[in-house]
């Protein structure tokens, strides 16, 4: 199993920045692409970013393109999702994920943690 611990979410006014971070434990998170979902209130939980085990390869969804950036530390375990430019649109809990690869973005491996709020005023 993957265990990941996500931090840094919080209460952020529309225009300013936020980073989450994900740490998980083990030795072999290098063999993992990583990723972050988020379930905004009342809706399905959707595709936000991945990044593959190495770092070379990442993808946003349209709705993060330009705003969002996502990076890993294989030394620290972590991987993080630099939030720039946020809007209340952007209010939701953020879940960090991981699986064996990103070759489908957006389908989800089976390690998620356990999410951390994200809220946006305006």
């Known amino acids: 199993q993957v265990q990941l611990v996500e931090s840094g979410g919080g209460l952020v006014q529309a225009g300013g920045s936020l980073r989450l971070s994900c740490t998980a434990s083990?030795?072999?998170?290098?063999?993992?692409?990583m990723g972050w979902f988020r379930q905004p209130p009342g809706k399905e939980r959707e595709f936000v970013a991945a990044?593959?085990?190495?770092?070379?390869?990442?993808y946003f969804a349209d709705s993060v393109k330009g705003r969002f950036t996502i990076s890993r530390d294989n030394a620290k375990n972590t991987v993080y999702l630099q939030m720039n430019s946020l809007k209340p649109e952007d209010t939701a809990v953020y879940y960090c994920?991981?699986?064996?690869?990103?070759?489908?973005?957006?389908?989800?491996?089976?390690?998620w943690g356990q999410g951390t709020q994200v809220t946006v005023s305006s």
């Open positions: 994920n991981s699986r064996a690869s990103v070759v489908v973005p957006t389908t989800p491996g089976p390690y």
């Open positions: 990044i593959s085990s190495g770092g070379g390869r990442t």
């Open positions: 083990g030795r072999t998170f290098n063999n993992y692409a």
